[in-house]
């Protein structure tokens, strides 16, 4: 079935926030399908207010993925005051209640980018990047990365990954992996070991 890149529909935000509880493997994490669904809107929101480039995939009319990246220089895509403000009360009730979780996670990604930005000017961040898990069709990925590629010829772009995704991926699709450190996170759940990656790639004119 042919996939096609689009413009994505409002009424697909629910499926997207679904896609990244089950492809990010929130349930590493979480044990409660509430506080689960919480965060997954929390990162869907977070991701989608930042989004200057946004491609949805549908094959047959139905939705089966999704790529977000923030592009120095570009618009914003999507701006919603109510969604950001749901993002802010999140970010606070991590900080008080997951400091050893999310904010570990989140204090080795800033490190890590520091680090990369001693030695690197990328033009942009893939922030999100999930298929339908659920779905069998193949390549979903990959068109909606050559997507992206094809409309940022010539610019470096990076990403942040771990082995909790199929940071496989990347490496297939010609990103090198820059840093790498491991951690553990504290969660509900209990002790969660993750290996943090930050991949970057210069985006090239034959790219396809």
């Not at 997954?40 to 989608?48: D, I, M, S, V």
């Not at 991590?94 to 490190?111: M, N, P, R, S, V």
């Not at 979903?140 to 010829?153: M, P, S, V, W």
Request: aromatic content about 14%.
């Amino acid at each position: 079935m042919e996939i096609e890149i689009k413009d994505i529909r409002k009424k697909d935000y629910e499926k997207a926030i679904q896609f990244a509880i089950k492809g990010m493997h929130f349930d590493w994490y979480l044990d409660n399908r509430f506080l689960l669904n919480a965060y997954g809107r929390y990162f869907w929101f977070l991701e989608l207010n930042r989004a200057t480039q946004i491609f949805a995939a549908y094959a047959g009319g139905e939705f089966v993925g999704v790529l977000l990246a923030e592009i120095k220089g570009e618009e914003k895509k999507h701006q919603n005051f109510l969604q950001k403000i749901y993002v802010k009360f999140v970010d606070v009730i991590q900080k008080i209640f997951f400091k050893g979780g999310a904010g570990l996670y989140e204090d080795t990604t800033k490190e890590q980018l520091a680090h990369y930005l001693k030695f690197n000017t990328p033009d942009g961040e893939i922030i999100f990047l999930a298929a339908d898990p659920d779905c069998k069709i193949k390549g979903i990925g990959t068109a909606l990365l050559n997507a992206l590629e094809a409309r940022e010829k010539g610019k470096i772009l990076y990403l942040y990954t771990d082995d909790a995704c199929t940071y496989q991926f990347y490496e297939h699709r010609g990103f090198e992996r820059v840093e790498e450190k491991e951690v553990v996170l504290e969660m509900p759940k209990g002790r969660v070991p993750l290996k943090c990656f930050v991949y970057s790639k210069k985006i090239h004119s034959n790219t396809g």
